[in-house]
């Protein structure tokens, strides 16, 4: 079974300052999709940013990038700028190209101190 | 944002009783899954469906039942709550192209607390 892993219970950033929060996963298979997902404090959940496997550049999204290491199993994702409102609990998770399923790490809580 | 709906936001229901919640979707979206949420366990999923009438079990699904009678539907039900079950749910919705399964969108989520 896939298994999605944050390592980083909780993290913090300055105001304006970038901050980067690590993802690995593990699986057998070669094609697959990796999300980051924002939950703020209304507890909305959020698409952050996607990455299809087989795409060797990286994601980016405005003020938020993905490094993804297909080798080592990595998808971190890096906030530039941080901005107060991006304080909230980040997930990553993973899912199968064929799959209609995801699996979610445990998530990562992310301060932003002005 | 995804049309999604749960309702209620928040029950508060004591031990045994049984208890529905409800998402509702304007997107005509094929998926629908129910998740829990809960410290240290990120969100799991209990059921999910791939069509009106066809369900399957995720990872968590002991204690609930689903059901999808029309398309915009999706019914988390309890049979009979149990303390354990105190969680928020989320529903999540995702279409299909080209034969690929889409993102995932999620509803607000639905408080609840088994008494």
């Known amino acids: 079974a896939q298994t999605v892993t944050q390592s980083q219970p909780e993290m913090s950033v300055q105001e304006a300052e970038t901050v980067t929060l690590s993802c690995t996963y593990d699986t057998s298979e070669s094609d697959y999709y990796l999300f980051w997902y924002k939950q703020p404090p209304s507890r909305q959940m959020i698409l952050v940013i996607r990455q299809e496997a087989y795409k060797q550049q990286n994601a980016t999204e405005n003020r938020f990038s993905v490094n993804f290491q297909k080798a080592a199993k990595s998808f971190s994702l890096k906030i530039s700028d941080s901005q107060l409102g991006d304080a909230a609990m980040y997930f990553c998770a993973y899912r199968e190209s064929s799959g209609d399923k995801l699996t979610f790490g445990t998530g990562t809580r992310l301060a932003v101190r002005p | 944002d995804a049309g999604i709906t749960q309702s209620p936001r928040h029950k508060v229901t004591e031990t045994g009783t049984p208890v529905t919640l409800r998402c509702h979707q304007t997107?005509?979206?094929?998926?629908m899954y129910w998740y829990r949420q809960d410290p240290g366990h990120g969100l799991r999923l209990i059921h999910y469906s791939y069509g009106v009438k066809d369900t399957d079990k995720g990872e968590v699904s002991d204690g609930y039942s689903v059901s999808r009678s029309k398309t915009e539907d999706f019914l988390l039900t309890l049979e009979s709550a149990t303390s354990s079950q105190t969680s928020v749910y989320f529903c999540?919705?995702?279409?299909?192209?080209?034969?690929?399964?889409?993102?995932?969108?999620f509803g607000p989520g639905t408080r609840l607390l088994v008494l």
């Open positions: 997107e005509n979206h094929r998926y």
């Open positions: 999540a919705i995702s279409g299909v192209a080209g034969g690929m399964v889409e993102t995932q969108y």
